[in-house]
């Protein structure tokens, strides 16, 4: 065996096809774009969305909602929590500070305090926002919450 003798296994190989090469290529005339029509064109390029003339699917359905622009996402933190956190720390002030410290937030996020839980440690709270639930149960016990 030598390497001028190798050739490809018969069938494994394919000729390009040469369309529009006159008519004795077979795949002259229309060269394979059917009769008229856009797609027969050069150029052509179908809009987005575009299904034939139906009415497309982005116009079939309606629209519904909005998006509040003023909208504010707040990281919610229970007393539970800041519970939690003063007995383990023995501390008696909680801020921002104290809660990225806790792994609660990264400190760009908005903080809010909500009720579920018990308190039963005096605390003065730093967040950016209270429930009234918790507001009512942290000053209950003789804390003080201060928005910042």
């Known amino acids: 065996m030598k390497l001028y003798?190798?050739?490809?296994?018969?069938?494994?190989?394919?000729?390009?096809?040469?369309?529009?090469r006159g008519?004795?290529?077979?795949?002259?005339?229309?060269?394979?774009?059917?009769?008229k029509g856009a797609k027969a064109r050069s150029g052509y390029k179908r809009k987005i969305g575009f299904e034939g003339g139906q009415m497309?699917?982005?116009?079939?359905?309606?629209?519904?909602?909005?998006?509040n622009i003023n909208h504010k996402e707040y990281l919610a933190i229970n007393l539970s929590t800041l519970q939690s956190i003063a007995e383990k720390k023995n501390i008696a002030k909680i801020g921002i500070k104290e809660?990225?410290?806790?792994?609660?937030?990264?400190?760009?996020?908005?903080?809010?305090?909500?009720?579920?839980g018990s308190l039963t440690v005096k605390l003065d709270v730093e967040a950016n926002a209270f429930s009234k639930t918790a507001e009512e149960a942290i000053k209950a016990v003789g804390g003080n919450t201060t928005i910042i």
Do not use: C, D, M, Y
């Open 23 to 35: 008519p004795g290529s077979g795949l002259g005339g229309t060269s394979t774009r059917g009769h």
């Open 56 to 67: 497309p699917l982005q116009r079939r359905v309606p629209k519904f909602g909005f998006k």
């Open 99 to 116: 809660l990225i410290e806790a792994g609660l937030t990264n400190g760009k996020e908005l903080v809010k305090i909500l009720g579920n």
């Open 5 to 20: 003798n190798l050739t490809p296994a018969e069938g494994s190989t394919h000729s390009r096809r040469r369309i529009g």
